[in-house]
């Protein structure tokens, strides 16, 4: 069984860091792309960033270019998110999610396992 668990979210001030954690499980995860998603109330799931399976090719968002970090380390298993100068409207909760791939996939539809997400609060 797949399965993917997200840690690192909390409430933090507007300025400050975060560093999220994606730990998988029950799949040949070099063999994966990685991405991270972000859904507020009443929105829909956006993409914040995506890796390769390589861990060479990586895309952000606009909202994330310039502040955020996508990082794979393929021998942990794990999957991160460096999440720096965060703003109100950062306020989510946020998923890590995997699909079979070895290029950079950037639509939540193509994803295949998904995470329970992590809620991360930035106040003002």
């Known amino acids: 069984q797949v399965q993917l668990v997200e840690s690192g979210g909390g409430l933090v001030q507007a300025g400050d860091s975060l560093r999220l954690s994606c730990a998988a499980s029950?799949?040949?995860?070099?063999?994966?792309?990685m991405g991270w998603f972000r859904q507020a109330p009443g929105k829909d799931r956006d993409i914040v960033a995506a890796i390769s399976w390589s861990g060479g090719n990586t895309y952000y968002a606009d909202f994330a270019k310039g502040r955020f970090t996508i990082s794979r380390v393929n021998a942990k298993n794990a999957v991160y998110l460096q999440m720096n100068s965060l703003k109100p409207e950062d306020t989510a909760v946020y998923y890590c999610?995997?699909?079979?791939?070895?290029?950079?996939?950037?639509?939540?539809?193509?994803?295949?396992?998904w995470g329970q997400g992590t809620q991360v609060t930035v106040s003002s």
């Open positions: 029950g799949l040949t995860f070099s063999n994966y792309a």
């Open positions: 999610a995997a699909v079979r791939s070895i290029a950079v996939v950037t639509t939540s539809q193509s994803y295949n396992y």
